[in-house]
C-alpha cells in the first residue's frame, strides 16, 4: 500500500526537570511520524530513543526518514533496520489502523514520586487521590541518607500500598545487596535496574551484569525488574533465553516488533509492566493500547494479575498540549481512545 510519508522532530522542556542516577533530563527529545493512506486515512508513530539506554540515536533516526522519502509503500517500511526499534515501531503505529480489542476496561497506574526527601511530600496527597502504588527514583544521593529515606518513605504509606524502587542502573553489586536486604521486610513490589553495563563497557561489562542480576533476582524475596537492559527485541530475547524470574518492564515506544515480543512473553508467562519512555500524546496512545491489549499473569490456581502501569508521569511537558492522559489512580479504555494524535502532530507544526 503507498502512503504520504511526513515527519517532525521535535525537542520539548519538561515541566521539571527529571531527575535520575544519569542526572537531570530537562528536554524530550523525539520524532513524530505521519503516514497517510490512498484513502487520505492518517496514521501517527512516535520515535524517541532515551539517551541513557544506548540503542539508536534520533540523528540515525531522522536520517532514516530522509532516506525514506516522502512516498513509502510496506515494502520500503519493513525494510528499516530492526535496529531503529523505536522507529519501527513508530511506522507500524502510524500504519495500524484501529485498536486491537481491549482485554481491560482500566487498568491501576502508579505514581511517580520525585527522588530524594522532597518524595515524602507528596506520597500523602497521591494517597488522597487514591494510588496505591508508587515508583521512587533511588541512586540518585547518598545511599545511607537514601536508605534512611526509604523507611521514612514505608511509615508514610497508605495501608496496602506498594513501592517500586527504581535506580536506573546506579548501582554495583554490593549497594544492591544492601538495598535488597533491607526491602525483604518492606513493602517493595520490586526495585528495577539495580546494575547496568554502559554500552562503553562492551560484552564483557554486560555479561559481568547479567550474572549479577540473575543472581540477585535469585538470591532475595524483593523480585527485580530490568528496564534498561531490554533496549530491543533482542534483549528480551535474550533475557527470556536465561531464565529471567523477574518483571520485565516494557517501553513500547523502544520496541520493534511488539506484537511478538508480547506473544513469546505470553508463552513464557512472564511478569511485565509497562511503562512510560516519557513520550507525547502521540507515542502513549499507541504505548496504553499495547498494555490494555495484555492479558496479564495468570498464577497456578488460574487467577489473573494486572501489574499498575509506570504511566503516571502526566502533564509533563510545559506546553500542555503534547501531554497524554493526566495521572489519575487508574486508566480507562475511554481515556485512551481519547487521546487525539493528530492535535499532537498540529502542535508540531
Not at 521535535?10 to 528536554?27: E, I, M, N, Q
Not at 507500524?92 to 476496561?105: L, M, V
Not at 502533564?315 to 479504555?333: E, N, S
Request: proline share 6%.
Amino acid at each position: 500500500m503507498p502512503y504520504l510519508l511526513q515527519f517532525r522532530r521535535y525537542a520539548l522542556p519538561f515541566r521539571a526537570p527529571v531527575r535520575t542516577a544519569h542526572g537531570l533530563w530537562t528536554v524530550r527529545e523525539g520524532l513524530a511520524i505521519r503516514l497517510e493512506d490512498e484513502a487520505g486515512v492518517a496514521g501517527y508513530g512516535e520515535a524517541g530513543p532515551v539517551p541513557d539506554f544506548g540503542g539508536e540515536t534520533m540523528a540515525e533516526i531522522t536520517a532514516a526518514c530522509r532516506e525514506l522519502g516522502d512516498r513509502v509503500d510496506d515494502a520500503r517500511l519493513d525494510a528499516v533496520p530492526a535496529r531503529l526499534g523505536s522507529l519501527t515501531q513508530a511506522l507500524a503505529a502510524a500504519r495500524r489502523r484501529g485498536a486491537a480489542e481491549p482485554r481491560h476496561k482500566h487498568l491501576g497506574v502508579a505514581a511517580l514520586l520525585p527522588a530524594g526527601r522532597a518524595a515524602l511530600a507528596q506520597v500523602g496527597t497521591r494517597a488522597e487521590a487514591g494510588f496505591r502504588v508508587f515508583k521512587w527514583k533511588v541512586g540518585v544521593g547518598d545511599i545511607d541518607d537514601e536508605l534512611a529515606m526509604l523507611d521514612d518513605l514505608c511509615a508514610v504509606l497508605p495501608g496496602g500500598a506498594q513501592l517500586r524502587l527504581d535506580a536506573n542502573g546506579a548501582w554495583d553489586r554490593r549497594r544492591a545487596e544492601r538495598w535488597l536486604e533491607r526491602c525483604a521486610e518492606r513493602p517493595v513490589e520490586f526495585v528495577e535496574q539495580p546494575c547496568f553495563a554502559e554500552v562503553s563497557q562492551g560484552a564483557a561489562g554486560r555479561s559481568k551484569v547479567e550474572d549479577i542480576l540473575l543472581g540477585l533476582a535469585s538470591d532475595y524475596p524483593t523480585p527485580v525488574a530490568l528496564d534498561e537492559s531490554l533496549v530491543n527485541a533482542g534483549d528480551i530475547g535474550r533475557w527470556l533465553d536465561l531464565g529471567w524470574p523477574g518483571v520485565f518492564v516494557l517501553k513500547p515506544l523502544l520496541l520493534h516488533g511488539l506484537d511478538g515480543i508480547l506473544a513469546r512473553l505470553g508463552q513464557a508467562k512472564a511478569k511485565v509492566v509497562f511503562s512510560s519512555a516519557l513520550e507525547t500524546g502521540i507515542g502513549a496512545k499507541a504505548a496504553l493500547q499495547a498494555a490494555f491489549s495484555w492479558p496479564g499473569e495468570t498464577d497456578s490456581a488460574g487467577s489473573t494479575r494486572t501489574r499498575s502501569l509506570g504511566f503516571g508521569v502526566w502533564p509533563l511537558f510545559a506546553d500542555a498540549r503534547y501531554d497524554g492522559p493526566t495521572a489519575a489512580p487508574f486508566l480507562y479504555w475511554e481515556d485512551i481512545q481519547r487521546i487525539n494524535p493528530e492535535a499532537v502532530w498540529t502542535a508540531l507544526s
